[in-house]
Structure formats: structure tokens, C-alpha cells
């Protein structure tokens, strides 16, 4: 039996989904005024393991990440400029252009780290009526008032309001003093903000309450209720969100329809860099998955370090740590190649152990033990290679790539993966990635292992 720590209850629950076979899953997605960092995709390699555990265990799942395209603001909670904007400037584009840029960036970063691509990706300016229809509900029922630059929710009205998480509310705790500015409570958040007067936004839209554009978290509870009806079963993303994000979620949509948003709630941890700092967009810090491809790595490497710690714990990103990885990586896909083709079912004593750690709160470190274990074991290579895919299913490490593969690399390859090398150790990455292209152009790819690089064919 699946359990799951609920951030909701801070316990770990036995899962039981409100249908019975499907399972409506709900990701929150990027805000694309920038690329996605690798910090960022950790969130969704989490959701993914998660995703292919509840297929694992039969569940078909209907999995929504959706594509923040307005509404996110610079500075503050509800004041200051809107990152695309700002974006759009900085870059001489549209916001729009922006937005489809970052977009179409994002969904290729899941695909080099084999993430299954969602069912939906909704975009945020698409759903402006339905968010629009929540605040309209919301102000029927009382909970919404006005400022000169926006309608607000009103958290006094919502008693349970911050319970969620257990998490301490900013600016209430005793003698606390915070700049609250028209609200009437610190925690008070935009439901829908009003354009300048006089300045013409890219984006806005009409609206009962004048022309604007909608608050951050209404996108969320307006698109999971319109594509996986409310309550829904699972919710996901970063620590950070879990306040105020999910808190103000789950005000709104508790508050206008009488019913829970999501029965479960999970939050992975963050990635930080040695030393301890949060990779984040606004500190410059962060490394994407395209830097990765650019100096040699494979990104399931990176995909392959995510899984080797918990998702509840920091992970902390190092040359060294991928490296690593990326060398196991290269000693699992030896392993398979060295066995004759995979052949039988999966040896079912580890493949119950590999899915009793999944359902142990996904503890996928100790599933990667299991799975060593059983690759070091004298069993028979073909049922360990049939083992191998039956748990790369849920590893996403694209193995079957791997099997019954001849690996004959002509004199002509050999040659232009020494040239590449050479480029290599004298910097001159842009020579070092042409050779690349070619050699993969040719139909062969390269692995870059600590002891040189190795090659297959694709
Ligand atoms: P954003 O594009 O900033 O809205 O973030 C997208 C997702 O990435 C959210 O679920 C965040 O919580 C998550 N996230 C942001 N920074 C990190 C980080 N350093 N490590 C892991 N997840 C992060
Ligand atoms: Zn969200």
C-alpha cells in the first residue's frame, strides 16, 4: 500500500485515490520569464517518479503542470512589476514571445531528462474567465474587498486560513510590524490587480472589476478545478510554495465552493549549492539543464542524482555530484550492455522490495539499493537485465536504449571523439560541441565518464 507524507496532516498516510483507477495529479509549473534552473526541474523529476510510482501500482494518471504566463510580480507579494514584463524589456520582445519562448524551453528541459510529458500544460492567459468566475463566486460569498489597486481576499473571514502546513504567517506574530499598505491583514492577497492608470499593459484583460490582470494563485485553483474537478486527489511542488502559495490556493477555492482543493499535499526540497544557498532565478546562481548538454554532460546524469536522494531532503549540486552520478549511470548501462538480451519476468523477490520502497513515502535511494543489490547478485543476467527494464520504468533512465545494441565504432568516430577531447581539455567548447553534433549526426553518442569519454551508438 502506497503512504505519502501529507504536508495537510504532517503524516505519513496510506494513499487511497477518490476514484478508483484514476488519479488527478496537480504540478505546479514555472513561471517563464526565464529558463527553468535545475533547482526548478528537481520539482518535476519529483512529480514524475511520483506519477510513474501511481502507474506502477495501476493507477492511470491525469497529470496537469501549468505554465505561469502572468500574474507573477517582481517585488513583493502584490506590489511592484511583472517578471515577464520586465523580462520582455530586458530581452526587446513581447511579453508574449517571451512566454512562448520560455514555454517551448521548459517542455524540451523535461523531455532531455525524460520526464513523461503531462497531460495538460495549461497557460494561465488561457484561463482568464475561469479565474475571473472564482473571484466572481468569492465575492458573492463575502470574502473579497477593494483597494485602490486591486480586489483582495480577505483572510479574517477564512478561520482555517494558515493551518495548512503548520507554517508561521509572516508579519502575525506577536508585536510584528509589516507594511501592509490598503489591506486590512498582512496575509491578504490579490485576487485580481487593477492595470496602471494611464499605462496600457501588454497583458490585461476586462473585467467585472475593471481592466487588469489576475493575482498569482488564482491560476492554480481556476485550471485544477477545470481540468481535474475539485477536490482532486494529489498536489505537488516546491517547499516554498507550501506558503503562501498553497495556503492562499487553498483559501480561495475552500471558500467559493464549500469543498477541499486536493487531498494530498507534497513538497519536495530544494536543490542548494555547496555551502548551503538555494539555487534560485533571482540570485543568479543557477545552472540549467541546457549549461549541462553544453559541457558534456547527459542530463539523465542529472536525472540520476534526483533519484539518489530523498525528495524530502536538500540536494546539494557539485561538479563532483554529477560526475558521480553520471559515472553510475555509465556503470548501469555497461552492466545491461555486457548481459546477453534481457529474457523471463522481473525476479520477483527484488521487485518486491523495489516497490515496497517506492510505496514507503518514495523512498527511491532505498530502491536504487535494492536494484544494485540485485544487479550484484548471481542470479541469471537475463532475468537481472528483464529486472533492469521492469525498474527502469520507474527509474525513467531510458535503458531500453541500451539493449541488444551492437557496439562496433568505426575508426572514423574514434577519431573525431579524440579531436572532440582535445578541444575539450583546451577549453574550446564551441569546437568541442561541433564535433559532438557530428558524431551524433553520424548516429552515436557520447558518454562522458571521470575515466574519459565512452561512446555507443544511439
Ligand atoms: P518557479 O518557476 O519559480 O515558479 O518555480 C517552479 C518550481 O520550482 C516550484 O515548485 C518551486 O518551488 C521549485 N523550485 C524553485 N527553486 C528551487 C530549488 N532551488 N530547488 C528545488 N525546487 C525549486
Ligand atoms: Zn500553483
Redesign the pocket.
Known sequence: MLRLWNTATRRKEPFTPIKKNTVGLYT????VYHF??I??I??FLFSDVLRRTLELEGYRVKQVINI?DVG?LEVGADIGEEKIEVAARRERKTVWQIADFYTKSFLADLKAVNIKRPTATPRATKYIREQIALVRELEKKGFTYRTSDGIYFDTAKFPQYGGFAGVRIAGQEAGARVEIGEKLNPTDFALWKFSPRGRKREMEWKSPWGVGFPGWHLECSAMSRALLGQPFDIHT?????AFPHHANEIAQSSAAYGKPLAHVWLH?????LPGGA????SERNFTTIGDLIRWGHDPLAYRYLVLNSHYRSPLTFSDEALNTAEQTLVGLRGALRDWPKPAGRPLSGYADRFLQALEDDLNIPQALAVMWEMIKSNDSPARKGATLLWMDRLLGLDLIKIVGRPFKIPPKIQKMLAAREKARVAKNFAAADEIRRKIEEAGYLIEDTPTGPRIRSV
Request: charged content about 20%.
Open positions: 505546479c509549473g514555472p513561471t527553468a534552473h533547482g526548478n528537481r520539482s505561469t507573477h511542488g516546491g517547499a516554498d510554495l519536495s526540497e530544494f536543490v542548494v538555494k539555487m534560485a532565478k
